[in-house]
Nanobody, 117 residues
Framework: QVHLAESGGGSVQAGGSLRLSCEVT?????????FGWFRQGREGIATIDSD???SYAHYVKGRFTISKDAATNTVYLQMNSLKPEDTATYYC??????????????WGQGTHVNVSS
């Protein structure tokens, strides 16, 4: 069973930054599963595979950075140069090995980001 817990959302002005965190329940998962972030409407943002290779949606490339830390079982999303259109609830997702990473099988409860102009 995969449990994901997001945190780090909040309110920020346009141009500001936030870092979202996703705590993963089991240590073995962080090195074998693919993880990522999406926002409401299943709009994919970024993924990071088991080897640590990242992929990004074109509308966040250059602004957002996904990473993971096996020591803390945490997946991060660093969001810079935030825009009002980035306002959404963000979800951390996980996909089991051998499947398309962007087709998340598991996700957490979400954390809300509000960007004001």
């Amino acid at each position: 069973q995969v449990h994901l817990a997001e945190s780090g959302g909040g309110s920020v002005q346009a141009g500001g930054s936030l870092r979202l965190s996703c705590e993963v329940t089991a240590s073995a998962l962080i090195t074998h599963y693919c993880f990522g972030w999406f926002r409401q409407g299943r709009e994919g943002i970024a993924t990071i595979d088991s080897d640590g290779f990242p992929s990004y949606a074109h509308y966040v490339k250059g602004r957002f950075t996904i990473s993971k830390d096996a020591a803390t079982n945490t997946v991060y999303l660093q969001m810079n140069s935030l825009k009002p259109e980035d306002t959404a609830t963000y979800y951390c997702g996980a996909t089991s090995p051998g499947k398309v990473c962007w087709d998340f099988e598991y996700w957490g409860q979400g954390t809300h980001v509000n960007v004001s102009s």
